[in-house]
C-alpha cells in the first residue's frame, strides 16, 4: 500500500458504501461485495474507500491491489482505442460480394483500385485498362457462368485436370502440397458449381482461388492425353483456361486477401501464376506479385527458421519455405517493368531442402526431385540478382568484370546440369523415375532459362568492350546461342505453351534480325532460324497474348531486313554513333511503337 498511501484523503467520518454504488448514488447493502455489484458483475470493483479519520486508518482491508488504478485506466483507454478501430472499419470501404451481372471484372478493379490512377491519360493506368480490355475481350460473364453449369465443369474432368497438374507442372508453382490438395478436393463437398454459395466465406473462396488458379494452369499447359480425356480441342482448352484464370482472380477477391492476410492467398497467386503473361500480360502481374509478396512478409515467410519438430511441422514449414521461393526467384528473374522489392540479405528463410514431399526423404544436390528444379532457377536468380541486375532504385554496378563473373557462373551451373542429365541417363531405375517423373520437363526449362541469360550477359558486354573485340569474341556466341534456342524450342511439343519459350523466341528473334541489319550476308542461315520462330509465334499468337505481341516486333523487324543497309558493326563511330542511323525517324518510331515495354531483359537491348 506504500505507493497509494498518498492517495487517502482525510474525512471525519468512514464511507459505509461501496466505492461503485457511492458514485452512482444508490442504497448499499455494506457487504463486500455488496448485492449491487454482484448483479451488475463487478464484484471485484466493490470496495470501500480508505479514509484517515482523526489519524486512524479506516477500510484498510477492503483496500484494492496495488496498481488497481492503473489498471483501470489502462483498460479505459483499450476500451477507447477499441471503440475508435471499430469505427474506422466501418467507415472503410466495405467488402461487398460482386455478381457477375454487375460487372464481369470485379478482381482487376480491386486488385488495382489504389493503382490504377483516375486520370485516363496516364501511361500505367491506361495499360492496366488495356489489359482489363483484353481479358473483357476474351471472357465475359456469360461464359464465366455457363462453364460453371456446363457438362464439362463436373467432378471427373476437375479431378483428371487438377491430377494432370499436379503430376505434370506443380514443379513450377509448388503452390499447393499435391497429396494434401488431392485429399481435400476428393473429401469435402463439391459444391462449387455454386459460386454464390461461398458469399462471406474468405477461407472458403481462398480455397475455391487455389482450384480455379490449377485449372487455368493445368488446361492452359494440358498435353493431347489430357485433352484427349477431357475429349476438348486444344483452342476449347485454352478458352476454358482463360475463364479459370478470371475465376481464380474472383475467387481471391472474394476472399479478402488484401484485408487479411492468408497463406492460402499465397498458394492461390503461385497456381495461376504463369497464366499472366500469356492471358493478361506483365503489368497486372507486376501489381499481383507485389501485393503477394508483401502478404507473404506480414506473414513471416521471409523469416522462416529451420528447424521443424515432427513430420508435420517439418512438411508445413517446408511448404512456406517453398512459396517463399517462387516469389523470390519471380521477383528477381521475372522483372518486366518494375523493381524488385526484395533485397539481398533482407530475409532469413533458407532454401528448401531437396526432400521428396511424399515420403520427407531429404537427398542430396545431385538427385532430381520437384523442389530439385527451383533450387537450380535461384541459383540463376541470385546470378543475375547479384551481378547484372538493374533494379533502378540500388543499382548493381554493373561492369565488365561483373559480367565476366555472371557468365562464368551460368557455365559451372550448366556443366553442373549436364552432369546430372548424364548421370541420369546411365541410371534410369525405377526409382529415379518414381522420385522425378518430370526430369525431362525440368531439364528443358533450366536449359531455355540459362541459354537466355547467357545471351543475354553476351549482348550486354558490347557496351563495355571496343567494337572490333566483341564481333571477333561474342558476337559469333550470340548467335550460336540464339540459332540453338531457336531450334531446340521449335521442336518441342509439351510445356510449349510456357510463355517463357515464346519470350525466347521473340528475344532470339529481335537479336538476330538486327544482326542482319547491320551485317547482312548471302545463304543467311539466321534469316531461316528467324522464319522458323516466326512460323512457332504464328501457331502461339491466337490464343497467346506475348506471342501475338512478339510476333509483330518480328514481322516490323522482317520488313526492315529487307532493305538494302550500308552500316555495320566495324563502322567507325563517327560514321554510327547510334542505332537510328540504321533506320529512318518514322521506323524507328513505328517499330518502338508495337514493343512492350519489357521485352528486351536488360537495358543493352
Known amino acids: 500500500m506504500e505507493a497509494g498511501v498518498h492517495r487517502i484523503r482525510k474525512s471525519q467520518r468512514a464511507p459505509k458504501r461501496c466505492i461503485p454504488c457511492a458514485n452512482a448514488k444508490i442504497k448499499c447493502d455494506k457487504n463486500i461485495p455488496c448485492s449491487n455489484c454482484k448483479r451488475k458483475n463487478i464484484a471485484q470493483f466493490c470496495y470501500r474507500e480508505p479514509v484517515v479519520v482523526r489519524n486512524v486508518l479506516h477500510n484498510v482491508n477492503n483496500c484494492p491491489p496495488l496498481g488497481y488504478d492503473e489498471l483501470v485506466k489502462e483498460n479505459k483507454e483499450l476500451k477507447s482505442r477499441i471503440s ?52 473483357s475481350y476474351h471472357c465475359n460473364q456469360k461464359q464465366c457462368n455457363d462453364l460453371l453449369e456446363s457438362d464439362f465443369f463436373t467432378y471427373y474432368n476437375v479431378l483428371q485436370i487438377v491430377e494432370f497438374n499436379l503430376s505434370n507442372i506443380s514443379f513450377i508453382h509448388c503452390a499447393v502440397i499435391p497429396f494434401v490438395f488431392m485429399e481435400q478436393l476428393q473429401t469435402q463437398p463439391f459444391d462449387i458449381q455454386d459460386f454464390e454459395v461461398y458469399a462471406g466465406d474468405s477461407l472458403k473462396n481462398l480455397w475455391a482461388s487455389k482450384l480455379f488458379g490449377l485449372l487455368a494452369s493445368g ?24 475463364i479459370f484464370f478470371i475465376l481464380a482472380l474472383e475467387a481471391l477477391h472474394r476472399g479478402n486477401f488484401l484485408e487479411q492476410p492468408n497463406i492460402a492467398a499465397i498458394e492461390a497467386y503461385c497456381a495461376f501464376n504463369m497464366c499472366f503473361h500469356d492471358f493478361v500480360g506483365s503489368h497486372l502481374q507486376n501489381v499481383m506479385v507485389n501485393i503477394t509478396i508483401c502478404t507473404a512478409r506480414a506473414l513471416g515467410l521471409d523469416q522462416l527458421d529451420a528447424s521443424a519438430n515432427g513430420n508435420d511441422e517439418t512438411l508445413e514449414l517446408e511448404h512456406k519455405k517453398r512459396l517463399w521461393l517462387i516469389l523470390l526467384i519471380t521477383d528477381w528473374l521475372d522483372c ?9 540479405g533482407s530475409f532469413k528463410t533458407p532454401l ?17 526431385v520437384s523442389i530439385t528444379y527451383q533450387r537450380l532457377m535461384f541459383q540463376i536468380a541470385q546470378n543475375k540478382r547479384s551481378w547484372y541486375y538493374n533494379d533502378m532504385v540500388q543499382t548493381v554496378s554493373i561492369s565488365l568484370d561483373t559480367l565476366v563473373e555472371a557468365e562464368k557462373a551460368l557455365q559451372e551451373l550448366h556443366e553442373t546440369l549436364d552432369k546430372i542429365v548424364n548421370t541420369n541417363k ?10 522425378n517423373p518430370n526430369f525431362s520437363s525440368q531439364k528443358i526449362l533450366l536449359h531455355t532459362a540459362i541459354n537466355m541469360e547467357l545471351l543475354d550477359i553476351n549482348r550486354m558486354t558490347l557496351l563495355f568492350i571496343p567494337r572490333e573485340e566483341w564481333i571477333k569474341n561474342r558476337r559469333d556466341h550470340c548467335i550460336r546461342l540464339a540459332r540453338n534456342l531457336i531450334s531446340f524450342i521449335c521442336g518441342m511439343s509439351f510445356l510449349l505453351y510456357f510463355w517463357i519459350f515464346s519470350e525466347a523466341l521473340v528475344v532470339c528473334s529481335t537479336f538476330l ?28 499468337c491466337e490464343t497467346h497474348l506475348g506471342a501475338r505481341r512478339g510476333l509483330a516486333v518480328v514481322d516490323h523487324l522482317l520488313s526492315l531486313v529487307k532493305k538494302p543497309i550500308s552500316p555495320r558493326y ?22 518502338f511503337n508495337v514493343i512492350p515495354e519489357g521485352l528486351f531483359k536488360g537495358d543493352s537491348g
Open 84 to 135: 475508435e478501430l471499430e469505427s474506422k472499419q466501418k467507415s472503410s470501404r466495405p467488402y461487398e460480394p460482386t455478381e457477375y451481372n454487375h460487372s464481369n471484372l470485379p478482381s482487376i478493379r480491386f486488385i488495382t483500385r489504389n493503382i490504377h490512377s483516375d486520370k485516363a491519360n496516364t501511361r500505367f493506368g491506361s495499360l492496366l485498362q488495356q489489359e482489363q480490355d483484353n481479358i
Open 219 to 242: 488446361l492452359h499447359l494440358a498435353n493431347e492425353a489430357l485433352l484427349a480425356v477431357l475429349g476438348i480441342c486444344p483452342k476449347k482448352a485454352n478458352d476454358y483456361a482463360r
Open 336 to 344: 518486366y517493368g518494375r523493381v524488385s522489392i526484395i533485397n539481398r
Open 352 to 368: 528448401p531442402l531437396n526432400m521428396d514431399e511424399e515420403t520427407l526423404c531429404v537427398y542430396e544436390d545431385s538427385t532430381f
Open 426 to 435: 546411365h541410371s534410369r531405375s525405377a526409382r529415379n523415375q518414381e522420385l
Open 513 to 540: 534480325l538486327l544482326d542482319i541489319t547491320l551485317v547482312p550476308e548471302e545463304d543467311d542461315q539466321r534469316l531461316q532460324s528467324v522464319l522458323n520462330a516466326r512460323d512457332t509465334l504464328t501457331s502461339l
Open 570 to 591: 566495324d563502322s567507325s563511330p563517327d560514321d554510327v554513333p547510334n542505332i537510328e542511323h540504321y533506320f529512318n525517324g518514322n521506323e524507328l518510331k513505328d517499330l
